[in-house]
């Protein structure tokens, strides 16, 4: 069996650094086969709830019940329906009631098995079962691995909105087994570069270049290429992180083609995944910043570029009206006192947050990437 040291030693580690509430993220292959042992050696309660989606649950989360058992843990497993339409109250609801039926106290411990919805599920959950329990992230998509299991964002969505309940909670670790994706839909890969690509846009001209260079690999899950992608998106989100948690300032670099992206994914009653709204979002956004002479032009074409070679939209697709968008932004939950602050792009790896953008001008970039070649 493998201690820590041995974990940290074999695969990638990086640490979001948050003073008592600092943890480590590892990133690897295989590393769902060692969070057993990792847990027997450096036990966070005394049983362990695996909170997944019912896909998860079939393609891994009865492989790690098992593992868990053989490690001489006790062990549960709740699942819920896949897909953003569980991403609600009702779901948290259920999943704590379930848990206090199994006797689950305040020394239980909830692992968040799957993609980004059980991870904002789990995450919420054990941020206020009993007033708050550990919390393991085991991200099993792409978007998990790069941004959601990372950085304590938790919660569900409102019929008004996205995201509009919810908590900062972090996870006391992460382990992000990248052997996890090889039975992940093409599909959900992209969605998870979809956010890459935005780390790329909002602080690293280099992963950028990456992307567009060995994009291809890791739609062919070269392991190399993949665990160092997935590193590097942790190092930048783990930095942004650490710097502003509760998202005062810097941390809104993040919402980078959100703020579009979330009204997008909205008005399409979320059958548009969630990365594909963003990749349209950073595309409405690029128009905006060049309009607006803050972009490069060549810039947004590379970005465009990019989206295309990888696969994802970039277009607001035609059955969502530019005004229901422009009303969906009015409301967006993070507008202050009315205003609604955008975060801009400078060109690759540069961000401008600002209140003042003409709404004229956005509903022309919005209908500008409908009609663009
Ligand atoms: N908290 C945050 O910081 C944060 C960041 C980004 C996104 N999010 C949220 O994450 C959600 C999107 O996450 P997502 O893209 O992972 O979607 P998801 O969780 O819905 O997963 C996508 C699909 O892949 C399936 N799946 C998961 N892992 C699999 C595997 N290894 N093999 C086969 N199938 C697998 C799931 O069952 C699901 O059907 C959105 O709700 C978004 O708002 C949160
Ligand atoms: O961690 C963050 O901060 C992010 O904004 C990451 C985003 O990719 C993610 O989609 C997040 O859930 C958005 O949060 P919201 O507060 O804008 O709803
Ligand atoms: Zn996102």
């Known amino acids: 069996m493998k201690t820590m040291g041995d974990l940290s030693a074999a695969w990638e580690r990086v640490r979001v650094e ?21 847990l027997r050696e450096r036990p966070l309660g005394h049983r362990y709830v695996v909170v997944t989606d019912e896909t998860v649950a ?15 843990l006790r062990v549960d497993l709740l699942s819920f329906p896949a897909g953003e339409a569980s991403k609600h109250m009702g779901t948290v609801v259920d999943l704590a009631r379930r848990m206090v039926a199994l006797g689950c106290d305040r020394r239980s411990v909830v692992l968040a098995l799957g993609g980004g919805v059980v991870g904002d599920v789990a995450g919420f959950l054990a941020s206020i079962y009993m007033r708050g329990v550990p919390c393991i992230q085991l991200p099993t998509t792409l978007l998990a691995q790069v941004d959601s299991s990372v950085g304590g964002k938790t919660g569900v969505d409102l019929p008004e909105g996205k995201n509009l ?24 890969l992209r969605n998870g570069l979809a956010e890459v690509v ?17 994009g291809r690999e890791i739609l062919d899950l070269e392991p190399e290429t993949v665990a160092e992608v997935v590193a590097r998106s942790c190092r930048i989100k783990a930095e942004v992180v650490a710097a502003d948690e509760r998202e005062g300032g810097l941390r809104r670099i993040l919402n980078f083609g959100h703020t579009v992206g979330h009204a997008v994914e909205a008005a399409s009653d979320y059958r548009l995944p969630h990365g594909s709204a963003v990749a349209v979002g950073m595309a409405v956004i690029a128009r905006l910043s060049v309009e607006m002479g803050l972009m490069p032009p060549a810039d947004e ?73």
């Open 301 to 373: 074409a590379r970005l465009l570029a990019l989206l295309d070679a990888l696969g994802l939209p970039r277009r607001v697709p035609d059955g969502i009206e530019t005004g229901h968008l422009l009303e969906l932004l009015r409301h967006d939950k993070k507008a202050d006192a009315g205003r609604v602050h955008f975060v801009l792009s400078e060109g690759i790896g540069a961000t401008r947050i600002t209140p003042e953008v003409d709404e004229a001008a956005l509903a022309g970039a919005v209908d500008a990437t409908r009609s663009a070649p």
């Open 18 to 38: 948050l003073g008592a509430a600092s943890y480590d993220i590892l990133i690897g292959p295989g590393l769902l086969a060692e969070v057993g042992g990792d």
């Open 58 to 72: 079939d393609y891994l989360g009865a492989d790690l019940e098992r593992l868990l058992r053989d490690e001489g």
């Open 165 to 188: 309940v919810g908590t900062f909670y972090q996870p006391r670790r992460v382990y992000a087994d990248i052997g996890a994706l090889a039975s992940l839909p093409p599909a959900e």
């Open 198 to 214: 935005k780390y790329g846009m909002i602080r690293s001209p280099e992963l950028f270049a990456l992307l567009e260079a060995r």
